[in-house]
């Protein structure tokens, strides 16, 4: 029973901390991606994907928040396993556990299929899993995932698109997918800070996965990644412009098409020249 009203305390006290101590930061924010990108929807059955870090273990609790305070969908709260370790999947089950989340967990191979791939292992993998996820889904009656894509993902992959693929591109908060139809990503994520997500989890002495893949731990780790160098650069970028994040999540919100020598629609290119 002692046991009990512990886990209870403390999952109000996580609760508690969102609408006090991180309403503006977290919460707030969570609510203005849904309402200003249209996420959610009456009648939606959302899978809200959950890897075990600390991004999609934050999105879990901020679904679970909205749904206790009027929200008018439903959420499965799914964990694809591809291939723990046991130790990491103990680790996922005890969090769910703490901040009373009811995962549905599903097991795949994903990380045994891509453990031999050369150069792009990463690429793969990230493709293998989203395509489970929308599987699972749809096989539970859902219409849309969610992922726990944050701020900071989204004007690092602006940068890499620019500095790495030569293009000018970022993530979408919402997708509608090409292989599934009726289904749509979402990433109702979108504004919140990763330096936002960090402090909750501290606030509350949360400790979650970081990366669980077998592959990079064979190899050099996050450190030697691309994204890793972009989040070095933002860095040192800020020091000369504390506003440069800021810069680079709005630049793909201000596109000035007169001032863009071609530009891709709907997989047709338009160069300015059709409307000089």
């Known amino acids: ?6 886990t209870q305390d403390r999952v109000k006290a996580v609760e508690r901390s969102l609408h006090e101590d991180f309403g503006r930061t977290v919460l707030r924010r ?3 991606a849904l ?25 879990a609790k901020l679904f679970q928040e909205r749904l206790a ?6 959420a499965v709260f799914l964990v694809m396993d591809p291939g723990y370790s046991p130790e990491n999947r103990a680790a996922i089950e005890k969090n769910a556990e703490i901040l009373n989340i009811p995962i549905t967990v599903f097991k795949t191979d994903i990380y045994q299929s891509v453990y031999n791939v050369g150069d792009s292992p990463c690429f793969l993998c990230s493709r293998m899993r989203r395509g489970h996820l929308y599987s699972k889904a749809r096989e539970l009656g859902c219409n849309k ?17 620019m500095l790495y693929g030569g293009q000018v591109r970022t993530m979408m908060p919402k997708v509608k997918s090409a292989n599934y139809e009726g289904m749509e990503l979402i990433r109702p994520m979108y504004y919140i800070r990763e330096v936002d997500i960090k402090a909750w989890c501290a606030a509350n002495s949360l400790e ?8 990079t731990e064979r190899r050099d780790g996050a450190d030697g990644s691309k994204r890793a160098e ?7 970028l800020k020091q000369v412009n504390p506003q440069v994040e800021g810069n680079i999540f709005h630049s793909v919100m201000n596109v000035e098409l007169n001032a863009i020598i071609e530009c891709k629609f709907n997989n047709e290119r338009h160069n300015f020249l059709e409307f000089y």
């Open 1 to 6: 029973m002692d046991n009990l009203n512990f």
């Open 30 to 32: 969570f609510t203005k």
């Open 35 to 59: 309402e200003d990108f249209r996420l959610t929807e009456r009648g939606d059955k959302i899978a809200v994907c959950v890897s075990g870090g600390k991004d999609s273990m934050l999105m």
């Open 69 to 74: 305070h009027g929200g008018d969908f439903e």
């Open 145 to 161: 995932i969610a992922l726990g894509h944050h701020y900071d993902d989204i004007i690092e992959t602006i940068l890499m698109s």
């Open 208 to 215: 979650f996965i970081s990366c669980a893949c077998r592959v």
């Open 230 to 236: 972009i989040k070095k650069l933002i860095a040192q």
